[in-house]
């Protein structure tokens, strides 16, 4: 018998194309898209046989997003490293300590940012694909790098 931490998620979190890990054994994951919910199961399965995963560096850039480097002008400052994905007229931003709060911005007229209220912390790739298909009517794509 073998134990692991289950990761509790919500199936009404879900659409069909999100991105999940299948969970084999504890040691064996295999990405998996979610082609089929209902209120119990997951691709006919219980919904603790996946996972999702969790965003990181590598998960943001496969998803398209450019790693940014500001350079700070100040003595006091450091520099400041973030992800950013832009599309269109939006703008969307993750810091680089990892903490998922994401901003999106709306480009003005002027070609300036203006910051939209920041949202609930976003910390599983699912979540992502679901903000960006919200507010773009299109899928994330996954890039190879």
């Not at 979190?13 to 998996?32: A, F, M």
């Not at 070609?111 to 910390?123: Q, S, T, V, Y």
Request: with cysteine; aromatic share 14%.
């Amino acid at each position: 018998m073998f134990c692991f931490k289950i990761i509790i998620m919500k199936v009404e979190e879900l659409r069909i194309g999100n991105l999940l890990y299948w969970v084999i054994s504890p040691e064996v994951k295999k990405l998996h898209p979610v082609l089929q919910i209902n209120t119990v199961y997951i691709n006919d399965e219980i919904p603790n046989n996946y996972e999702p995963i969790p965003l990181t560096e590598e998960w943001l850039l496969k998803l398209g997003f450019k790693k940014v480097v500001y350079k700070s002008t100040h003595p006091d400052f450091t520099d400041e490293t973030c992800y950013e994905l832009e599309y269109k007229e939006f703008f969307i931003s993750y810091a680089d300590d990892f903490s998922m709060t994401l901003f999106v911005s709306k480009k003005t007229q002027d070609d300036e940012l203006g910051i939209c209220p920041d949202f609930k912390n976003m910390r599983y790739v699912h979540q992502l694909q679901n903000l960006y298909c919200a507010l773009t009517g299109e899928e994330l794509t996954i890039n190879e790098i």
